[in-house]
């Protein structure tokens, strides 16, 4: 069984360490800093064998220096020399194998050209997505395009719907108020906010999602929808799904 579990870092990162089973070998997601991952390492008495990364924002790559000098794991990223210490570099189609499950690696830009997201199938299917997909959201753009974060997150849409996905960020609560305005309809979203602000109440996590539940409650999944649309539509274009994308991200980026 391969066991995840969340560092919290800065503000509202999270970085994810992968177990399997017994095994003192572990694997983290996204290190942006060292410190949170080394306590826990020496705490568990654990030993990093690898690490993955999504993409180049500094803070999901700026402990990779101080954890490679201190453990020499092996890192798996995208082919992009901003970031210091890639070990092997990987791409759309290519898979590897972390923690005794293969993972398959899905070229996801829109957030960054660079970005990837790990998905391994399997009881429960696991997707590691950095910051492509939200729960109940997705990634600013800062340097892909509309079509291309729409794209990514689509082909997310086709997973098993009981994939739980591990993002990177604990933007829930934001990310669902904002999602009650862009789908004022959707029942299911009224009650997620609910349940979100219980678990931060309770300093609780409230990741991992799933595939399913982001079917319900993600508005950037649901542009399809006459309550997504007509809310957009009071926003700017939704003459079709992308014009729809389109405008949800760009109000919420002034919300």
Sequence with gaps: MLSVTPIPAFSDNYIWLLRQDASQNVCVVDPGEAAPVIEMLERESLTLETVLITHHHHDHTGGLSELISRYAPRVIGPDNPAIKGITDAVGEGDEVRVM??????????????????????????????????????????????????????????????????????????????????????????????????????????????????????????????ASVRNAAGAQGANGDNLDTFTTLRKWKNRF
Aim: hydrophobic share 35%.
């Design 100 to 225: 005794g499950r293969l993972f398959e690696v899905m070229a996801t830009p829109g957030h960054t050209l660079d970005h990837l997201s790990f998905f391994t199938p399997g009881i429960p299917s696991l997707l590691f997505c950095g910051d492509t997909l939200f729960c109940a959201g997705c990634g600013r753009l800062f340097e892909g395009t509309p079509e291309q974060l729409y794209t990514a997150l689509n082909r997310f849409a086709e997973l098993p719907e009981e994939t739980l996905v591990f993002a990177a960020h604990e933007y829930t609560q934001a990310n669902l108020v904002f999602a009650r305005e862009a789908d004022p309809d959707n029942k299911h979203v009224a009650h997620a906010l609910q349940d979100c602000r219980r678990a931060r109440e309770a300093e609780r996590p409230t990741l991992p999602s799933t595939i399913g539940r982001e079917l319900n409650i993600n508005p950037y999944l649901r542009v399809h929808t």
